[in-house]
């Protein structure tokens, strides 16, 4: 059974660098087929992709927040994590992690999902 | 980036009705895309993939159809529990986009 649970600050400061760890269970990171993504949702309501990391260590990044982002992986852990710097109040949003296995079929999409983690940047 | 145009924002029907949910892509997608139902303080739960293939569990009132920049959700005879929000999501290219949502209200 795949599971995931993110875990981090629930108030950060502005420009404060964020980290958010993705605990995961029932499934290894593998080098170029099983990954971890992060997606976050803001109050408004939209969904944004924002990085997502293989096994091997492939990373790939939402082009428009990828000079604040960094995604790593411990495989020996099960642990995905998130930094993201210098936040501002439009980084407040609920962060999701989600499981992503490539080469077809429903796991192909973001199947598995944790149960979210909610994000306020305020001063 | 490829972007998802959802439409309506907002669709108003009755319990029993049928929802006609559009998601629009920018750019041919083939049939990368996939629909996510998302109840209030829920993660988002996948419904379609590769635009027409129901997941395992999923009702067959709902169904997807489409290819390349046009695609659909269609719900069927509504229930109460189908009253939520709807996004749509592409894997064709990077970066992954989801669509803006569609919210069916009764």
């Known amino acids: 059974q795949v599971t995931l649970k993110e875990s981090g600050p629930t108030l950060v400061k502005p420009t404060q660098t964020v980290t958010l760890t993705c605990s995961f269970s029932g499934f290894s990171l593998d080098p170029g087929r099983v990954g971890v993504a992060w997606i976050r949702q803001t109050p408004g309501k939209a969904l944004e992709w924002l990085a997502l990391?293989?096994?091997?260590?492939?990373?790939y990044y939402s082009p428009s927040l990828q000079s604040r982002l960094t995604i790593t992986a411990d495989t020996s852990k099960n642990h995905v994590v998130l930094t993201m710097t210098n936040v501002g109040p439009v980084d407040t949003a609920t962060y999701y992690c989600?499981?992503?296995?490539?080469?077809?079929?429903?796991?192909?999409?973001?199947?598995?999902w944790g149960q979210g983690t909610l994000v306020t940047v305020s001063s | 980036d490829t972007l998802l145009t959802q439409s309506p924002a907002t669709l108003s029907l009755s319990p029993g009705e049928t929802a006609t949910l559009s998601c629009r892509a920018s750019?041919?997608?083939?049939?990368?895309l996939a629909w996510y139902q998302q109840n209030r303080g829920q993660a988002p739960r996948l419904l379609i993939y590769?635009?027409?293939n129901r997941v395992t569990g999923v009702p067959a009132r709902f169904s997807g159809s489409g290819s390349e920049t046009d695609f659909t959700l269609t719900i069927s005879s509504l229930e109460p529990d189908d009253f939520t929000t709807y996004y749509c999501?592409?894997?064709?290219?990077?970066?992954?986009?989801f669509g803006g949502g569609t919210t069916v209200e009764i």
């Open positions: 590769d635009a027409s």
């Open positions: 989600a499981h992503r296995r490539r080469f077809g079929g429903p796991e192909d999409f973001f199947q598995h």
């Open positions: 999501q592409q894997r064709y290219s990077w970066p992954l986009t």
């Open positions: 750019q041919r997608i083939g049939s990368d």
């Open positions: 990391i293989y096994g091997d260590g492939e990373k």
